[in-house]
């Protein structure tokens, strides 16, 4: 049997949290100090688990499979011998992503170290990721989001590893969190309002939607018992019910895919209030 996370780890109970929610991101960063193989195994339980109610359950045959590294709808992509991923392995999986799964509704492919891909590898990819059929998940582990190209990590959500790593949340993410649990449309808007005037770049609006994202989604994962990872964490899941928790969850990943595209900040600021107003 291969390492599996811990389940009474921040990181399980978050992944717990988020496929109960069924909001499981399909482009995860895992990074961070320490066993990111184990996680990305948990994380790939947690997709192709077959139980009604935990997922992973770490019991049922998908589970089990994945366990023991034999599901063939997941695959770790490294390569043990050499530094770097031959093109062969890349093409190979090129074609491989196509093909539909064997056994359960999702295809996973963990890379095992994205220090083993280079700049090629990754932007092909990138193509893969945005493009690929709606079954595929990638998975990408590695110590430091440096080793992937912005691209890639704008189109991943990023989950850490060890939570104290995750606590250095900027001031402004801080200021949207505080404004969210208020739970009032009016501090939403004004912290909005105001940060549009200062005419942000998309990556930056991308950027505090994401860290935003992950603090909501540890927030759900605190009310689903597990401890909250920060006192951002703690201060909305004590504000905000399930339901809105899980709607903002939704909304603030929503908005920081969109900012792939070519649309404006003050756009998709725009539509984080409307949505927000829905929500309350
Ligand atoms: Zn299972």
């Given at each position: 049997m291969a390492q599996m996370l811990a389940k009474d780890s921040d990181l399980a109970r978050q992944i717990c949290a988020l496929s109960r929610q069924r909001v499981l991101p399909h482009a995860v960063i895992l990074s961070g100090a320490g066993d990111r193989l184990s996680a990305a195994r948990?994380?790939?339980?947690?997709?192709?688990?077959?139980?009604?109610?935990?997922?992973?359950?770490?019991?049922?045959?998908?589970?089990?499979?994945?366990?023991?590294?034999?599901?063939?709808?997941?695959?770790?992509?490294q390569d043990t011998e050499r530094r770097e991923l031959s093109v062969?392995?890349?093409?190979?999986?090129?074609?491989?992503?196509?093909?539909?799964?064997?056994?359960?509704?999702?295809?996973?492919?963990?890379?095992?170290?994205?220090?083993?891909?280079?700049?090629?590898?990754?932007?092909v990819l990138l193509k893969?990721?945005?493009?690929?059929?709606?079954?595929?998940?990638?998975?990408?582990?590695?110590?430091?989001?440096?080793?992937l190209l912005p691209t890639i990590r704008s189109r991943c959500v990023e989950l850490k590893l060890r939570q104290e790593d995750a606590q250095q949340e900027s001031e402004q993410v801080a200021a949207l969190c505080k404004a969210l649990a208020g739970a009032e449309l009016l501090p939403v808007a004004s912290f909005l309002v105001a940060l549009e005037n200062q005419k942000p770049k998309r990556e930056q609006v991308q950027q505090l939607l994401q860290d935003t994202w992950r603090i909501a989604a540890q927030a759900l994962a605190a009310q689903c018992g597990?401890?909250?990872?920060?006192?951002?964490?703690?201060?909305?899941?004590?504000?905000?019910?399930?339901?809105?928790?899980?709607?903002?969850?939704?909304?603030?990943?929503?908005?920081?895919?969109?900012?792939?595209?070519?649309?404006?900040?003050?756009?998709?600021?725009?539509a984080v209030c409307a949505e927000w107003e829905e929500i309350l």
């Open positions: 948990f994380l790939a339980a947690a997709m192709v688990c077959r139980d009604e109610r935990e997922r992973p359950c770490l019991a049922c045959g998908p589970c089990r499979k994945v366990a023991q590294e034999i599901h063939p709808d997941v695959h770790i992509v062969d392995s890349v093409r190979e999986l090129r074609k491989d992503v196509y093909i539909y799964p064997n056994e359960g509704e999702q295809k996973v492919y963990i890379f095992a170290d994205c220090q083993q891909l280079n700049e090629r590898d990754q932007n893969i990721v945005e493009e690929g059929p709606p079954y595929a998940a990638f998975i990408f582990c590695t110590e430091s989001t440096a080793t597990g401890a909250a990872a920060s006192a951002s964490a703690e201060h909305l899941s004590r504000s905000l019910n399930r339901r809105q928790l899980q709607r903002l969850t939704e909304l603030l990943k929503k908005y920081s895919m969109e900012c792939n595209y070519n649309v404006g900040a003050g756009h998709i600021l725009g």
